[in-house]
C-alpha cells in the first residue's frame, strides 16, 4: 500500500470518528430524553432508539480509530 | 411549537451540523476535493447519501401525504420507480462517467454530442436548481418559524448560514457525509414510528379492517397497482411508461446531483456499490414514509391536509426525545436538499460553463475558488427570491413539473448516447430542443389530451419518446461519429469483462 491509499484510509477514518461521535452524542441524548416519557412503551423505545444510536455510534468510533492507529503505524515504518 | 428536550435536540442537531461540515474543510485542498470528494468517498456513504438527497423533507412528508390520501400506490415510486433504475445506472452508465474522470452529466452529453447539447443541458439544470433554492429556503424557514416560534427572516438566515457554511468550506464531503448521519437518524426514529403506530392501531389487520370500512374513496387504498382510469395521479399506464421506464431512469441516470455523488467513489467498483447498497436501502423507505399516511387515516381521519399526516404522526405517537430528533432529521432532510443544489450547480457552473467559455486553463485553486463564489453566490441569490415561493404557493410545484418535462428528452439522449454508435451530434441536439417543446406544448393543451388531472407521467413518456424517434431520424440524415471519438463513451461488451478483473 503507497503513501496515497495510506493517506485515504486515515482520512476516511477521521472522517468516521467525527460522524460516531455526533451520533453517539444524539445516541446519548435521546436515552436520556427516557426521563421525560409518560408510559413503559415510550422509555422502551427512546431506550432501543438511544441504544441503536449508540451502538452504530460507538462501533464507528472503534473501528475510525483502530484504522488511524494501524495506518499511523505503518507510515512510520 | 416543541418545547423542552425536543427543542434543545433541534438546536443541538443543527449545531452540531454546523461543526461536522466544518470539520471536512481540512479535506478540501483542490477543485476535485471540493466537487468529488478527492475521490475517495467509500460506497456505503454514497448510497446513504443518494437515499436521503432523493426522499430529502418535502418528499417525506409529500409521500406520506399522498399515502393518506390514495393509499399504497404511491409506494411505486420508491419500489419500481427507483430500484430497476438504480440498478440500470450501477452497472451501464456509472462506469461510463467515472472512467471518463466526468464531474457533470453535461460533460458526458458534450464528449458524445457536441458543445451545444452540453450548453442546454446545464443551462436547464442551473435554472432548475436555481428557481428551487428559494423554494426550499422558504421551506426550511417555515418549519423553523412552527417548530421553534422563530421570525421567518431568521430562519431563512439562520438556514442559510449553517448551509453555506458547511458547503463553502467542505464541498461535496461535507454534503455526503451529513447525510449519513441523517439517515441513520431517520431510519431509527421511522422505524419507532413505525412500530409505535402499529401499536396505536392494534396491528396491520386491524388498520386494513378499519380502512376498508371507511367509505367507497379508501377501498383501493390497498391496491398497489390502480387502473388506468383511476382518479389518483398514478394510473398504471403511466406508473409503468412515465415512471419506471422514463422518470426513474431519468432522475437516476440524468440527475447531476444523484450521478455526481457516485463520482466521489474511490474506485469504480465502489461507485457501482454505491448505487446497489442505495438500491437496497430504498426499499426500506416506503415502510418508513408510507405506512405512517396510512395509519395515520385511522389515528387522524379528519386531517383537512393530507400533507399533515406524518407531522401529526410524529407528535402523537413518538416520545419526548425521538420527537425532536426526527423534527431535527426533517430540517437536516431541507438543509440537505439546499446543499446538494449549491454544491451540484456550483460544479455545473464551473465545470460546463466558466472552464469552457470564460476561463480556459487556470490553475486548479482558481477553480476551487470559482466552485466557492457560486456557492456564496447562489446562497444569495436563494435567500432573496425565497419569499417569492410564499406569494407563488404552487411554485415548487410548477419547478418539478418543469424539470419532469425535461428529463424525458434528456434521457432519450443518454440511452441512445451510451447504446447506439450511430447516434449524431445533430440528433441529440434536435431531440434535446424538440423533445422540451413538445413537453411544453404538452403541458399548455394537456386538459385536450389527458383525462387525469396531473398527466405528468404521460407527459414525461410522450416527449421521450419523440425525443427519442427524433434522434434516430436525425442521425440517419446526417454524418457519424468516428470509432475513435467515441471510445469510451459508448457501451461495449469489453467493459463486462474489464470488471471481471477490477
Redesign the interface.
Known sequence: MNEVEIGAKIKNAQINNALGVFIITFGIIVIFAMVYTETFVQQMTDLVAGMVLVIIGGGMIWKSRRTIKKFKKTNEK | MLA??DY??VI??IL?MLL?GL??KK?VNSSEDYFLG?K???FWAIGMSIVVSDIGALDFVGVSGQAYRYGVSVGNFDWVGSVPAMILAAFIFIPYFWRGGMYTIPEYLGRRYNKSVRTIASVTWILFFALDLGVLFWASAVLLNVLMGWPIWISILSTAGVVGLYTYFGGI?AVI?TD??QM??MF??GF?LV??SL?AVGGWENMVEKISTMGPEYRSHFDIIQPSDTKSPFPWTGILFGLTFVMANAYMIGNQSIVQRCLTA?NEWHAKASMIFGSALKMFVPILVLFPGLMAVVVHPELADGDQALPMMIKSI?????V??MFAAFFAGLMSSVDSLLNSTATLFTKDIYEPYIKQDATDKHYLKVGQITTLVLLVIGVITSPISSDFPGIYVAIQTFMSYFQGPLFAILLLGIFWKRTTQWGGLSALVIGIGFAIFLNVFKDQFFTIEDPFLYISWWSFLLAFIINIAVSFMTKKHSEESLKGLVFSSKILTQNKSL
Do not use: C, N, R
Open positions: 423542552g428536550i434543545f435536540i443541538a442537531y452540531g461536522l470539520y471536512f479535506f478527492g475517495s468517498l467509500p464531503t457525509m449519513v448521519v441513520i437518524i431509527t426514529g419507532a412500530y409505535l401499536d474511490k413518538l416520545p419526548p426525545g425521538l425532536g430528533l
